[in-house]
C-alpha cells in the first residue's frame, strides 16, 4: 500500500515538475538609457541573458539564441541562429516552411486565439521583404515594427523591434507571454519545413494560433548596459607608453608612481 502511495505521488510530483517545465521566464534587458539600432548587429544595449531556441532539438536541426531588450516605443529582439544549411535568398518563398524565425508575444493580459486578442506570432527571417505571421497586434502595428538579418558563418541574425501599439504601455517589472520559435528548410525543397524549434518545447506548437498558460514569459527588467568607468592615471601612461621601446619594468614602475602620487594627493585633500 504504501509502495503503491510512494509512486503515486512520485508521478503527480513528475507531472507538477514537468508542468513547471513547459513555460520558461525569460528577461529583456532595459535600453531607456541605451540606443538600439536595428541593424542586424548586437548592440550593447542587449545584457540580459541569452533566450536559448533548442528545446527537444536535434542534434541537425537550427537553433538559436535571443537577446531581448525594451524602451517606451519597442520591444527589441535579437536572435542569433545556427543554420547549417541556410537557402539562397532566391529560393526564399517567404513563409513558415522556409529558413526564419517566429516571435510570440501576447500583451492582452489574456487567453484566446491570437487573431481575438492583443497577442501575435512575427515571423521573419533572412531575405524577408516583411514580416509574416499573424494575430491582431502584428495586424494593428506591423506598420510600425523594423527588421534587418544578416548572413554569418554560423547561419544568420535577424533583429527585429516590435512597437508595443496604443494598448499596452511598457514598464519596468512588468511581464508578458512570449515564445520564440525557428523554422528550419534543410533538404533543398523550400516548399516543406524540415524542423520547428521553440523556446518551450514541442508545447509552443500551437503557438500560431492560440495563446494559453503553456507560452513562456518575457520580464522587462531595469537591468541595464553601463559604460565602464574612465580610465585610471596609471592606464593612460600605460597605453601612451606601449608603442614605444620603453622596458615593460620602467613603464610598470612609472605607473606605480604616477598612481601612488595621485593617492597620496587625494588623501591631503
Ligand atoms: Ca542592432
Ligand atoms: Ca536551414
Ligand atoms: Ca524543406
Redesign the pocket.
Known amino acids: 500500500m504504501k509502495k503503491i502511495f510512494a509512486s503515486v505521488l512520485a508521478a503527480a510530483l513528475m507531472a507538477t515538475m514537468s508542468l513547471a517545465a513547459s513555460a520558461i521566464d525569460f528577461t529583456a534587458s532595459s535600453a531607456l538609457n541605451n540606443d538600439i539600432v536595428v541593424d542586424g548587429e548586437k548592440d550593447l544595449a542587449y545584457v540580459s541573458a541569452a533566450i536559448p531556441v533548442n528545446a527537444e532539438a536535434p542534434a541537425e536541426a537550427a537553433v538559436g539564441n535571443c537577446y531581448a531588450a525594451w524602451d517606451n516605443d519597442y520591444l527589441y529582439l535579437y536572435l542569433e541562429v545556427t543554420d547549417a544549411v541556410v537557402e539562397d535568398a532566391a529560393a526564399v518563398t517567404g513563409i513558415w516552411?522556409d529558413d526564419c524565425a517566429e516571435f510570440y508575444i501576447n500583451l492582452s493580459g489574456t487567453e484566446g486565439n491570437i487573431t481575438d486578442i492583443n497577442a501575435a506570432q512575427y515571423t521573419y527571417g533572412p531575405s524577408f521583404p516583411a514580416f509574416a505571421g499573424g494575430g491582431l497586434h502584428r495586424e494593428n502595428n506591423m506598420a510600425d515594427c523594423l527588421s534587418a538579418y544578416k548572413y554569418t558563418d554560423y547561419g544568420y541574425a535577424v533583429e527585429i523591434a516590435i512597437a508595443w501599439g496604443d494598448e499596452y504601455a511598457p514598464a519596468e517589472g512588468e511581464a508578458f507571454p512570449f515564445v520564440v520559435g525557428i523554422n528550419d528548410?534543410?533538404?533543398?525543397?523550400?516548399?516543406?519545413?524540415?524542423y520547428q524549434i521553440f523556446t518551450g518545447g514541442s508545447a509552443q506548437s500551437n503557438a500560431w494560433q492560440v495563446a494559453d498558460a503553456v507560452w513562456d514569459s518575457l520580464k522587462l527588467s531595469a537591468e541595464e548596459y553601463v559604460e565602464p568607468e574612465p580610465e585610471t592615471v596609471a592606464e593612460v601612461v600605460e597605453e601612451a607608453a606601449a608603442p614605444q621601446t620603453f622596458d615593460a619594468g620602467v613603464i610598470a614602475a612609472v605607473a606605480a608612481v604616477v598612481s601612488a602620487a595621485g593617492y597620496a594627493l587625494s588623501k591631503k585633500r
Open positions: 516552411s528548410e534543410a533538404d533543398g525543397d523550400p516548399s516543406t519545413r524540415e
